[in-house]
């Protein structure tokens, strides 16, 4: 909608940039009394609708939109430093521009103006560079402002951290898949389950893709997001912790995990290696989802209904209530059946668990005689 309203708005703009360069190309004041004149003007009027109408979106919505993604992505401690850089930067060019003005033309009315350009970019600049300093500068100053007499820990981002049963980290790919808002409602999460700003701007910037599918998908994870923040237990809380020495948003939680000795909450079977690897606690929803299906031993029964066909010939398949696939030898005339089914051989792979079975074949006794 407001790529067609500012395409509109170009067409309007970049018309009237044609008819006055058709006028000053005519040097005609009113070309509405001249034909002569109107047979350059109207072209070039045309002209600029076309071109308004064409590169509107690509100098408004599409370069704001750009602007956005990026913004969304910058850390909100680089966003405050380079702030507090540039309001100090032009404090600086202030104090400079009043001698610098009293030079003669054409210094004195163009110095200052350079000096402001100059001096609030380096303000920023530096600060944005030594943000990790500032952090630390603010945090003394804050743990000396209420415990003046309290010596200060080696990390004092740790007092970030909720106080009571252990915190665990959410990663992105949990939110979205869901099933951590029926976890946590069961009550098996005691801790605070923390939810850095990072991951909820990778949340943010998926449901604004321009793909249906990840849009869909970004929305479903803020909407559990709101789901679980209406549980009184486990608490959810957005938390400012980051690491900002790192880009990717793996690798801060990971480096977040580490230095607060929490686990994470994940469902990413990449993250869940490389964090094994690292010496970082993971909690993975497909292992707790594996973890608490039926055990069916060999020479237990079960009733199940085969739906489709197997990988080996005569073979049938079908699943439990829980997902777990059953395949069923000489099951294949069975399907679309409710066969009772005896278990042979019970599987755990990396996909999960596997059952294979086979019909229960009940012989009713002979009551002929035998003479």
């Known amino acids: 909608m407001f790529d ?14 044609g008819w006055e360069i058709g006028v000053i190309i005519t040097d005609t004041p009113n070309p509405l009394h001249d034909l002569e004149s109107l047979k350059y003007v109207v ?16 100098i408004t919505t599409r370069p704001a939109r750009y602007a956005i993604r990026v913004v969304r992505q910058i850390p909100i401690e680089e966003v405050i430093a380079g702030s507090i850089g540039l309001i100090l930067g032009l404090i600086v060019s202030a104090l400079v521009a009043i001698p610098l ?9 163009i110095l200052p103006f350079i000096a402001s350009i100059i001096f609030g970019y380096l303000g920023a600049l530096i600060l944005v560079l030594r943000r990790d300093d500032l952090v630390k500068l603010l945090k003394s100053l804050q743990k000396e402002r209420i415990t003046p007499t309290q010596a200060e820990e080696p990390d004092a981002s740790v007092s970030q951290l909720p106080s009571g049963p252990m915190p665990v980290l959410l990663d992105t790919s949990v939110i979205i898949d869901g099933r951590i808002l029926d976890v946590a409602k069961t009550g098996f999460l005691p801790g605070p389950l923390l939810v850095p700003r990072f991951i909820l701007s990778e949340l943010q910037y998926i449901a604004d893709s321009s793909d249906a599918l990840r849009r869909a998908r970004g929305r479903r994870g803020l909407q559990v997001l709101d789901d679980l923040q209406k549980l009184e237990h486990p608490r959810l809380e957005i938390v400012d912790l980051d690491a900002p020495e790192v880009r990717d948003v793996d690798e801060k939680l ?12 994940t469902n990413d079977y990449n ?101």
Do not use: C
């Open 4 to 17: 067609r309203i500012f395409r509109i708005l170009g067409l309007i703009v970049f018309a009237i940039i």
């Open 43 to 58: 072209p070039l009027t045309l002209v600029g609708a076309i071109v308004g109408w064409v590169i509107a979106p690509w």
């Open 101 to 109: 003005a009293k030079l003669p033309p054409p210094f004195g009315p």
């Open 254 to 265: 990971m480096a977040l995990a580490r230095r607060f000795q929490i686990g994470i909450v």
């Open 271 to 371: 993250l869940n290696r490389v964090a094994a690897l690292q010496g970082v606690r993971v909690l993975n929803l497909n292992d707790l989802a594996n973890a608490v299906k039926a055990i069916y031993l060999p020479g237990e029964h079960l009733r199940l209904r085969i739906i489709q066909e197997g990988k080996e010939p005569d073979q049938g398949v079908g699943y439990l209530e829980d997902g777990t696939m059953v395949v069923v030898e000489h099951g294949r005339d069975l399907i679309g059946q409710e066969v009772e089914l005896e278990v042979t051989k019970a599987l755990q792979t990396s996909a999960g668990r596997m059952i294979f079975a086979a019909p229960v074949h009940h012989h009713e006794p002979d009551n002929d005689l035998v003479l």
